[in-house]
Structures are given as C-alpha cells and as structure tokens.
C-alpha cells in the first residue's frame, strides 16, 4: 500500500538538519590556529618595534681642588694640605647605588704628596651628594724635581694635573680621578672606576676598567 507523500513546505524545510560543510569546518579551525600561532610573533614584533634600547645613564664621580698648600717654594715650611670636594652624580634610571668612602691620596707625576679620608656613602639611582676629603702630609714643600715638573706644566699648559686615587676596600673598587690643582671647581672631570679582586696572596688589584 503506498504511502500518500506530501510536498515539503519551506517551514519544514527549517526544521530538517542542514548537512555540515566539512570544508568550512576545516577553514574555520585552521584560521584558529593561524591566530593563535601569529598573534603571539605579531606582539614579540610589537614590542621590538617600539622597545627602548638606550643603554641606561652612567653615574658620574668627580674630584675638584678646593684648597692646598704647601707646594711653593714661599711656603717651604708649610705641610702639604688639600681640601678637596668629592661629588657623586647618580642619574634617574640607573639600575645600581653608588657607593664611596675609604682611603683617598693625591699625587702628581705619579708621587704620593697627601693623604686623607673618604666618608662612606651610598647614592641612589637618582640621587646626588657631595663630600669633603681633607687629605695631609707630614713632608714639607716639594722636592726640586717635582717642583721644577710642576711649574713648567703650569707655564706650558697654564694649569697642573694632579691625580687623586680613591681605594673603597668596603665596595670592591677603586676610583681615579685627575683634578686641576688650578681652576678646578669650573669644571670637574669624570672619575674612572676600576674593579678590585682579591688575589691568591690576598691582595686586592685592578683587574678592569
């Protein structure tokens, strides 16, 4: 006996189930996945893109002369004595403290005239201080060389160098500065840090700059 069929109407039409592409159902998943894999290159690129690779400030260390006496011939009785000014300028943005203090001699021509005392002092990224060093000698004026040294240097360059070595022991460092004995103050010169080690035989020497 046949069955009497009757003509589908569009509203059974929605309610019969829809074959699956299976094409978009694999589009879909790999534009998922294409995403999920380029997007995280697309940030990593981002930020490469707009990174700051400026290398951080460095902090800077300076010695001006303030004061000395003792080095001419009028004053050959006189102790050799330097007051002198140590500043330490630690810019915002550097990743470290500085830190300052122990033994500080002056010498000129690689001669030791004066010795005196740093303060211990760490300075923040940030951060700024100055300190004074009063460094002394029990000798008297300078030897002829060295004056004779002294006074065609200030003729020829109309000022003299010294050197004032600063030896942290406490922070692992030493600090070379080479200060104008005249007109200094005007405008200081940058230091030089150097890194101290300690040694087989215990001493502590410079091994880099």
């Not at 600063?166 to 692992?172: A, K, R």
């Not at 405008?187 to 087989?200: A, E, M, N, V």
Request: proline share 9%.
């Amino acid at each position: 006996m046949e069955e009497n069929l009757l003509p589908c109407t569009r509203d059974d039409e929605k309610l019969l189930p829809r074959r699956q592409n299976p094409m978009a159902g694999c589009l879909v998943a790999g534009a998922v996945t294409a995403i999920f894999l380029v997007l995280p290159v697309v940030l990593i690129i981002q930020q490469l893109l707009f990174a700051d690779f400026t290398p951080p400030p460095r902090p800077e260390t300076s010695v001006v002369v303030d004061g000395f006496s003792g080095l001419d011939g009028a004053a050959a009785h006189v102790p050799r004595a330097f007051n002198l000014s140590l500043s330490v300028d630690n810019p915002r943005g550097s990743t470290f403290d500085v830190c300052v203090g122990g033994e500080a001699a002056v010498l000129y021509d690689g001669v030791p005239l004066a010795t005196g005392l740093a303060e211990d002092r760490c300075v923040p990224p940030g951060g700024a201080w100055r300190g004074a060093i009063h460094a002394a000698s029990g000798g008297v004026g300078l030897p002829p060389e060295l004056a004779a040294l002294m006074a065609t240097e200030k003729r020829d360059e109309g000022d003299v160098k010294l050197e004032v070595r600063l030896i942290s022991l406490n922070y692992g460092w030493y600090v070379r500065c080479t200060p104008s004995l005249v007109g200094g103050a005007a405008s200081p010169i940058p230091c030089t840090g150097h890194i101290l080690k300690d040694q087989s035989d215990g001493i502590r020497r410079v091994i880099r700059d």
